[in-house]
């Protein structure tokens, strides 16, 4: 459902993603971590379409990114961890707008809005203007556009920023439930606990590149680390590379 193909991104001198190449099935939830300023986000901004690869490849559902972006754009819900709304319309109206950004005739439109406002329990406030909303409340917000035309795939960065508990597990509920339907999910997370909780396989980036792949289980092998907590595990991880980088 998602490939990358040798992706790549350089600013100047700097490699923010270096050669990586990951195959995500239908109906996996995939976590995507790494230390700060390792190249997550800038993957993340690669497979919506937001920045152009230096080099290497997108392919979202059978459509490759650089040659039919509209196609790939059509099946993809993108979340970004501060996503842009327009602050002086209401939650229903900004809702409406964006359906109609996918050709979404009314009926359907309006369908699907009732639907996600009552999913996200937005109900109440989607006649009151966005600028009134919690950070919380936007957040759903954003996550109600993004699933507005039903996508294939979802790519998500950090779900759970500025969400209550209450919030965080509607949210891990939501995603798992559309993963049971077939829906990919690409999710970079800095919460170790969400990623061992939600997803079935976890890749590391570290310096722009995959290091470690696999599941919560098959990471603490390689790492070989007896500790329940992925967070050891991660960072003997992160740590092992830096030692190979030091001794070459």
Not at 120 to 146: P, T
């Amino acid at each position: 459902m998602i490939r990358l193909l040798h992706l790549t991104k350089r600013f100047g001198r700097l490699t923010a993603v270096n050669d990586l190449s990951l195959d995500i099935p239908r109906g996996e939830i995939f976590g995507f971590l790494g230390p700060n300023g390792a190249g997550k986000t800038t993957t993340i901004k690669m497979m919506a379409g937001i920045l152009q690869p230096t080099g290497g490849t997108v392919i979202i559902d059978g459509k490759n990114l650089a040659e039919d972006p509209v196609g790939a754009k059509q099946v993809t819900g993108f979340i970004p961890d501060r996503g842009f709304l327009y602050e002086k319309l209401s939650g229903i109206e900004f809702l409406r707008f964006v359906g109609s950004l996918y050709g979404m005739d009314d009926r359907r439109s309006e369908a699907r809005i009732r639907e996600l406002l009552s999913l996200f329990e937005m109900d109440q406030w989607s006649g009151d203007l966005i600028e009134s909303y919690s950070h919380g409340m936007k957040q759903r917000l954003v996550m109600s556009a993004a699933l507005i035309h039903e996508p294939k795939v979802i790519v998500v960065d950090e779900p759970m920023v500025g969400l209550d508990p209450k919030g965080a597990r509607l949210v891990k509920t939501i995603f798992k439930a559309l993963a049971s339907k077939g829906v990919s999910i690409f999710m970079s997370t800095h919460t170790l606990v969400v990623a061992e909780e939600m997803c079935d396989r976890i890749g590391i980036i570290h310096e722009g590149r995959l290091i470690a792949l696999g599941t919560a289980l098959e990471l603490r092998q390689k790492a070989g680390a007896e500790e329940h907590d992925l967070e050891a595990v991660f960072l003997k991880l992160i740590e092992d590379v830096r030692g190979k980088e030091v001794e070459s």
